[in-house]
């Protein structure tokens, strides 16, 4: 069966990095888009970033672009986030999801398209 394993979730300094991965299994890979969310307590899942297939185009949040990239190794099956310049307000369980339904990237921003999750890692960012 399909399983994403999120890993390199954390307690950090506002200002400081985490690099989260999410290693993929039962599937190809390279025919999903991959999008990251977030969560915070009492808040809706937001989408955060979401990759193509096979070209790597991207599309991010305004509240994280320019901090945050998402990056995909396709050989791996392995999907990357690496946030940088963190802030408090980033604070929330970080979840993977991927989409085989072949869907335009960029219209991946909505949590009901994707087939499959993770189980999310936490971030914590200090003040």
């Known amino acids: 069966q399909v399983q994403l394993v999120e890993s390199g979730g954390g307690l950090v300094q506002a200002g400081g990095s985490l690099r989260l991965s999410c290693a993929a299994s039962?599937?190809?890979?390279?025919?999903?888009?991959m999008g990251w969310f977030r969560q915070a307590p009492g808040k809706e899942r937001e989408f955060v970033a979401v990759i193509s297939r096979s070209d790597a185009r991207t599309y991010y949040a305004d509240s994280v672009k320019g901090r945050f990239t998402i990056s995909r190794d396709n050989t791996n099956y392995t999907l990357y986030l690496q946030m940088n310049s963190l802030k408090p307000e980033d604070t929330a369980v970080y979840y993977c999801?991927?989409?085989?339904?072949?869907?335009?990237?960029?219209?991946?921003?909505?949590?009901?398209?994707?087939?499959?999750w993770g189980q999310g890692t936490q971030v914590t960012v200090s003040s």
């Open positions: 999801a991927a989409d085989g339904g072949g869907s335009f990237y960029s219209t991946l921003t909505e949590a009901w398209r994707y087939d499959y």
């Open positions: 039962g599937l190809t890979f390279s025919r999903y888009a």
